[in-house]
């Protein structure tokens, strides 16, 4: 039982280049969510899912894509990376309702 | 949107001291977790407290949801707890499933 899985651990990207974060979770949860953490700041919501098909924007959704077609997987993807996207990155999931969520372990993602 | 607030921002302690983190929360919430962040930057689940008290070894939290506010209790700290503690909410409204971060507290223990 893997929990929740990100690739990759590490990324530098040149600005303008294109990218996908992957997470993948085996806890068959419906809701899926994507966090940014800056330097000093608590984690702020990109996109969620609450289940395969169905997506919706969060706090700072600007700059970034998302889909959901299977329960188990949610990519993130950069379309042209920009130094403000320089951050780590977190997945999460959980059950719907007001349930525990589990993170993985982060993507350091850095934009030259 | 649900304002969460975590103080102190910062925290130091020699090891074998005691201490207490508080989240206040804004609005009514239905979920309320507590996470610390090792120096690695990896998010570990310490408690799923919507309501009440629970207890897991050293660490300790109670949820007052009424007063809106958490608190996180560690005892006899050790260098091992060092990191960042956040408070996450969701507000109590239908289907809303957004977890929502305080700012954290940083807590540093010195031998």
């Known amino acids: 039982n893997a929990g929740v899985t990100q690739t990759p651990k590490f990324q530098v990207l040149k600005t303008g280049q294109s990218m996908t974060l992957q997470c993948a979770q085996d806890?068959?949860?419906?809701?899926m969510s994507w966090y940014r953490q800056d330097p000093g700041m608590g984690l702020r919501l990109i996109h969620y899912?609450?289940?395969?098909?169905?997506?919706d924007q969060g706090e700072v959704p600007n700059g970034y894509n998302v889909s959901r077609s299977t329960t188990e997987d949610f990519p993130l993807r950069l379309l042209s990376a920009a130094p403000s996207q320089t951050s780590v990155y977190f997945c999460?999931?959980?059950?719907?309702?007001?349930?525990?969520?589990?993170f993985g372990q982060g993507t350091r993602l850095t934009v030259v | 949107g649900i304002q969460v607030e975590q103080s102190p921002p910062d925290l130091i302690l020699q090891e074998g001291a005691n201490s207490t983190l508080r989240c206040n929360f804004s609005?009514?919430?239905?979920?309320l977790q507590w996470f610390h962040q090792n120096p690695w930057g990896q998010l570990i689940n310490l408690f799923y407290?919507?309501?009440g008290t629970k207890q897991n070894g050293r660490l300790s939290a109670t949820t007052v949801a009424t007063e809106r506010y958490s608190l996180l209790y560690i005892s006899s700290s050790q260098t091992t707890d060092s990191g960042v503690y956040f408070c996450?909410?969701?507000?109590?409204?239908?289907?809303?499933?957004?977890?929502?971060f305080g700012t954290g507290t940083r807590l540093q223990v010195f031998p």
């Open positions: 999460a999931s959980s059950y719907i309702g007001a349930t525990e969520a589990f």
């Open positions: 806890m068959n949860h419906e809701y």
């Open positions: 899912s609450v289940g395969a098909g169905i997506t």
């Open positions: 609005d009514s919430v239905n979920n």
């Open positions: 407290i919507p309501s």
């Open positions: 996450a909410v969701e507000r109590d409204s239908y289907n809303t499933d957004k977890l929502i």
